[in-house]
């Protein structure tokens, strides 16, 4: 295991053992479905296309680095959200999120620490899936997905909890 994926897999253990991180994924869950909702409201092309360079970049960044675990792709998962958020067009949502960020951040490190390339993958998806209701400015089926994409992540980390 090199450095990074030591930090990972400690960060990842650190969440893992909190017993609020069950709740922080809950409130997360709420919060992220109703920026989706609120930003489909507001979609325009412009914020289309950013979310699809956003997804795209991760993508490719997160295939690059699929043996070997990198934090920098913690940060391009978290620019992809935010935006997301701050299209959503509500300081006080931000600012709900980025309360909760330091334990977004460890629930994405415990799933780094264990990607495989078919998760890559599925995260991609449920990425693209969320732009495009986004793009359709289908409030519900963004707050949906974004919502499932979150309880995903949610139910790998007690899964992995259990398993450890």
Do not use: Y
């Amino acid at each position: 295991m090199n450095g990074h994926a030591d930090k990972l897999e400690s960060l990842a253990a650190q969440l893992r053992s909190s017993p609020s991180h069950e709740v922080v994924l809950n409130v997360a869950d709420a919060l992220e479905g109703i920026a989706a909702r609120w930003a489909a409201e507001r979609a325009t092309p412009a914020l289309v296309a950013l979310l699809g360079q956003k997804a795209d970049i991760l993508n490719k960044a997160t295939l690059a680095a699929e043996r070997e675990a990198d934090p920098s792709l913690i940060g391009l998962a978290l620019d992809f959200h935010a935006a997301i958020a701050d299209a959503a067009g509500s300081l006080e949502l931000q600012r709900l999120l980025q309360g909760l960020c330091n334990q977004i951040q460890l629930v994405m490190a415990a799933g780094l620490a264990s990607l495989t390339s078919r998760r890559a993958e599925e995260i991609h998806a449920e990425h693209v899936a969320l732009i495009a209701a986004i793009a359709a400015k289908d409030g519900d089926r963004a707050e949906q997905l974004a919502s499932a994409h979150v309880r995903g992540a949610r139910d790998r980390l007690v899964h992995q909890n259990v398993a450890d």
